[in-house]
Structures are given as C-alpha cells and as structure tokens.
C-alpha cells in the first residue's frame, strides 16, 4: 500500500466518526457535509454484524441502490459519490460473530479541512 494508502488521498484523516447499530438501527438517507474538504474521500470501515445499505446520487429523491456492508469491507465515498446520499436501512442481526453483543460498528475517517498549501 502507499502512502496515500486506501483513500488515495495525500493528507490523513482528521476525524474518525464511530457509530454502533444494534439490531433495531437505522440511519435515514443523509449527505455527509459538514466537512470543508471534499476532494478527500471519506473512507467507511465495516466491522460486526452486516448492514443493507442504500446509496443514491447528489440529490435527494435520486434512484438508489442497496448493497451489503460484511465485516471487514472497506467502503470510500469519493468523486461524485462524495456527496451521495446514502444511509443504513437495516441490520442483519446474527451475521457475524465479531461483537459478543452483536450488532455493527462503522468508522467513517474524515479530513476535514483543506491542506493548507
Ligand atoms: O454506517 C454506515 O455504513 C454509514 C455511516 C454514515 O452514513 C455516516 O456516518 O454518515
């Protein structure tokens, strides 16, 4: 891997947003934009039980597609899809092993500021 590593992004991520689902979560189709810094992709880390996951285009109401988060899967909204609308429509309690409880954990990693220079 270089140094640029998953994201192909030359500076690091300055945020780490963590969010656990329990069975019964969900997280409504929503744009992430509260950064400054929208050339850096936001890299999604997958870890526990597996979400069906919904994506669309940069306006709400756009066509979507869903696809399943597993465990270990390794998701980057770049590009266009930076600024995808996108959310988590259920868990599939009991697909992993990974957390004795269950449920997921996501790691979104974020540069939030543009570098300077
Ligand atoms: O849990 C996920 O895979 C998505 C998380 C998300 O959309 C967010 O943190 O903004």
């Given at each position: 891997?270089?140094?640029?590593?998953?994201?192909?992004?030359?500076?690091?991520?300055e945020a780490?947003?963590?969010?656990?689902?329990?069975a019964s979560a969900r997280m409504g189709l929503h744009q992430d934009r509260d950064e400054q810094e929208f050339?850096?992709?936001?890299?999604?880390l997958s870890l526990g039980d597996t979400a069906v996951?919904?994506?669309?285009?940069?306006?709400?109401?756009?066509?979507?597609?869903?696809l399943k988060l597993a465990s270990g899967d390794a998701l980057l909204f770049g590009g266009a899809a930076?600024?995808?609308?996108?959310?988590i429509d259920r868990i599939l309690a009991g697909?992993?092993?990974?957390?004795?409880?269950?449920?997921?954990?996501?790691?979104?990693l974020r540069r939030v500021t543009k570098p300077e220079g």
């Open positions: 891997m270089t140094r640029q590593g998953l994201a192909g992004y030359p500076h690091p991520p780490c947003l963590v969010n656990f689902y329990e050339e850096a992709p936001v890299l999604s996951f919904r994506i669309g285009g940069t306006q709400r109401g756009a066509k979507t597609l869903s930076r600024r995808a609308y996108h959310g697909s992993s092993t990974l957390l004795p409880q269950g449920g997921r954990i996501n790691l979104t």
